[in-house]
């Protein structure tokens, strides 16, 4: 297997350590487009950031590193969830090629309530796993990619509320799309298959798995994409 160059995994909320993170960063070639963060912002609240800027190498690495530079600054002159995804996303239409952007999930979890407030630039699906039925929701994008046309008017935030055992998966489509000598790709289905075979695997543990899975699919296939994997997990009461 390739070397990882990039994972995390701490205990975000030492008050509050029913939450547990993971997060890795593959990519496919040297540098890549993806990116993640985890911002603490105190009171028990998370920024999380996971997106893909389009292409690969140099060029599209630049661009990640931007739009994390970005929202640093943003949270530390205290703009909202709204704002620092607007601000960021006319920016970034502003420095962008037409042909360039950033596909991105701006998200603020909050430990007390358990609950992850979001917007989506293009990213998606974002999965939900719901434990306590064995069920999946994808939330698709619910809006456009960053960068790719000034925001009028942003639609407010979705919610997704985190029950005991539940999973919030931001996975990039490095996974979805991994293909094998078949041209047949992992999907949904490959991610579905992992979670409903080990529902009591904690997140390190369902990132490794995942990886697994998808490398064992591909078989002699290239990478072909960037791979990156968040998962915010509330563990079982």
Not at 137 to 158: I, K, Q, R, V
């Amino acid at each position: 297997m390739r070397r990882v160059w990039a994972t995390v995994e701490f205990p975000p909320f030492p008050e509050r350590p029913e939450i547990e993170l993971f997060a890795l960063l593959d990519p496919a070639r040297e540098a890549g487009g993806d990116l993640y963060d985890f911002i603490p912002l105190g009171n028990n609240r998370l920024f999380m950031l996971m997106g893909d800027a389009t292409g690969h190498g140099i060029g599209p690495a630049l661009s990640a590193t931007q739009v994390r530079a970005m929202l640093r600054v943003a949270l530390r002159l205290q703009s909202s969830l709204d704002d620092a995804f607007t601000h960021i996303n006319d920016q970034l239409c502003e420095d962008l090629p037409d042909d360039r952007f950033v596909t991105g999930f701006f998200g603020l979890l909050d430990a007390k309530s358990h609950t992850v407030r979001f917007h989506s630039g293009g990213q998606g699906p974002i999965m939900h796993y719901q434990s306590d039925m064995g069920e999946f929701d994808w939330h698709p994008a619910t809006t456009f990619p960053l960068g790719y046309m000034p925001h009028s008017e942003l639609d407010a935030p979705h919610t997704a509320a985190l029950e005991p055992g539940d999973i919030l998966g931001l996975i990039s489509d490095g996974i979805y799309e991994y293909e094998n000598e078949a041209g047949e790709q992992f999907g949904r289905r490959g991610v579905m298959r992992i979670l409903d075979a080990h529902p009591d695997a904690g997140a390190q543990e369902l990132v490794d798995l995942i990886m697994e899975a998808a490398r064992e699919h591909g078989g002699t296939a290239p990478q072909a994409d960037d791979i990156t994997i968040v998962l915010a997990r509330r563990l079982p009461e």
